[in-house]
């Protein structure tokens, strides 16, 4: 799996993960931001399909109390094409941000997208926006608004599932649970949240997920304190009955400053089905 982060100066890197052999560092693509400007990163949608071009890279971050979209075409060579590199402000009030994710639904019943946003604030609140990408608009529209408390005791969380009528997330707690938290796509946001482990869970600042088959996901849990990271093979997610077997400590050094999940938008089959 890609456990894919911003590095200290400002670019994307990350290292790839596997279960039997050691890992190796992903390509580094420099200076996309400001050095140590971005403190909170969504996932990156990467789309391969486009036309003169290897692919494209977009997504969303917090730099400072602002949100942004950013974004760069690649060469066929896998190269960062310079003018293209781009980052515009979405808006102000982002700056008590402490977990930050795009969940994207590509299916052919949905085929403009389904994508919503997910922000978790240092107060605890857990708010969604439905995203409105119909080609008749000229830009995106943050629609239906909808917050819900109670998630103070939060550390991080990952995105477990996307599916069409549900998201569900992997949270670990400063107290050391770990616990999935499901937000139907009904209205009002009524999160159905289920306690998976009691303890051991609080040393971790990020998580990074990845599809392990039909059913169960790759994870990689990273402490920054120590720059270290463990993975996990997670069964599909049951509450406490939930597989979780430990893959031992991934030999490497994690020093990044902000890990985040990347999509990839032609391959459906790697849509996260965790729980």
């Not at 942004?68 to 102000?92: A, C, K």
């Not at 439905?130 to 990952?158: C, E, H, Y």
């Not at 304190?225 to 997670?234: E, G, K, N, R, V």
């Amino acid at each position: 799996m890609a456990v894919t982060s911003v590095t200290p100066g400002g670019g994307h890197g990350g290292k790839a993960v596997y279960a039997n052999s050691a890992p190796v560092d992903i390509k580094e693509y420099t200076a996309l931001y400001p050095a140590g400007a971005v403190r909170v990163s969504g996932s990156t949608s990467h789309e391969p399909d486009v036309p003169g071009y290897g692919g494209s890279v977009t997504g969303l971050v917090v730099m400072g109390s602002s949100l942004y979209n950013s974004g760069y075409l690649l060469t066929e060579d896998g190269e960062v094409v310079r003018p293209s590199v781009t980052t515009s402000r979405v808006g102000g009030g982002w700056g008590d941000t402490t977990f930050f994710e795009t969940t994207r639904y590509w299916r052919e019943q949905t085929p403009e997208g389904l994508t919503t946003q997910y922000q978790l604030r240092s107060d605890g609140t857990l708010t969604r926006w439905t995203m409105d990408l119909k080609r008749s608009n000229p830009a995106p529209i943050w629609a239906d608004r909808q917050s819900v408390g109670g998630f103070a005791a939060v550390k991080t969380m990952a995105m477990i599932s996307q599916t069409l009528t549900y998201d569900t997330f992997l949270a670990n707690t400063r107290g050391g649970a770990l616990y999935t938290i499901r937000l139907p796509r009904t209205s009002p946001m009524k999160p159905i949240v289920k306690k998976v482990r009691a303890s051991t869970w609080q040393g971790f600042e990020a998580m990074v997920i990845s599809k392990c088959g039909q059913y169960g996901t790759m994870l990689v849990a990273i402490d920054k304190d120590t720059q270290s990271a463990h993975a996990y093979a997670i069964g599909h997610a049951n509450g406490t009955a939930t597989v979780i077997q430990g893959l031992g400590k991934v030999p490497a050094t994690f020093a990044d400053p902000v890990y985040f999940h990347r999509q990839i938008r032609a391959a459906d089959a790697h849509m996260l089905f965790g729980e």
